[in-house]
């Protein structure tokens, strides 16, 4: 079964507001959130800031509607890590629409669990893909209300039959 995303998150993985110039300082930014908060050692932050910066120069993580998941796979052991952030001034972030990313769901996973990473993103683009989350995330003041607000949407889907529709289950 994928990680859920408010098991991805914690209180220092959620940056709000999140500000930055463009989505190279917005995933800087991000990245350090993961050492701040004991997630990702400080060690190990160059390599893997370094390793989300090539995926987005090979292609943007920008999508539709205010949304960018830049993402990597990294050598490192145990599961993924993210952070969120949430800028409702909007981060130029080369999306495919033209517009500022405002939701960021930055993501790092293990090189070696390649379909969880896959499925993990998939949860977060479904996730995201509710026009009243967004709305409902950007509103947020707070980071128990990020988590809450994303708590009851996944559980909406799960009740809808899970993240990957045509499936009984998330682990199939």
Not at 3 to 16: A, F, I, S
Not at 103 to 128: C, N
Request: net charge negative; glycine share 8%; proline share 7%.
């Amino acid at each position: 079964m994928p990680m859920e995303l408010v098991e991805l998150l914690e209180r220092g993985t959620v940056v709000l507001p999140l500000e930055a110039r463009d989505k190279w300082e917005a995933i800087r930014t991000l990245t350090m959130s993961l050492v701040e908060a004991g997630k990702l050692p400080a060690e190990r932050f160059e390599e893997v800031h370094r390793a989300l910066v090539e995926r987005e120069k090979e292609l943007s993580t920008g999508m539709e509607k205010g949304i960018a998941v830049p993402h990597a796979g990294v050598d490192m052991p145990g599961e993924a890590l993210g952070a969120l952030g949430l800028a409702p001034q909007g981060i130029p972030f080369e999306c495919l629409d033209g517009e500022p990313a405002r939701i960021i769901f930055l993501m790092v996973t293990p090189k070696d669990k390649k379909l969880r990473h896959l499925r993990t993103l998939s949860t977060i683009v479904r996730v995201l893909a509710h026009e009243g989350l967004r709305r409902k995330l950007l509103e947020c003041s707070s980071t128990e209300e990020v988590m809450r607000v994303l708590q009851e949407r996944e559980e909406e889907l799960l009740k809808e039959g899970g993240p990957w529709p045509g499936r009984r289950s998330p682990s199939s």
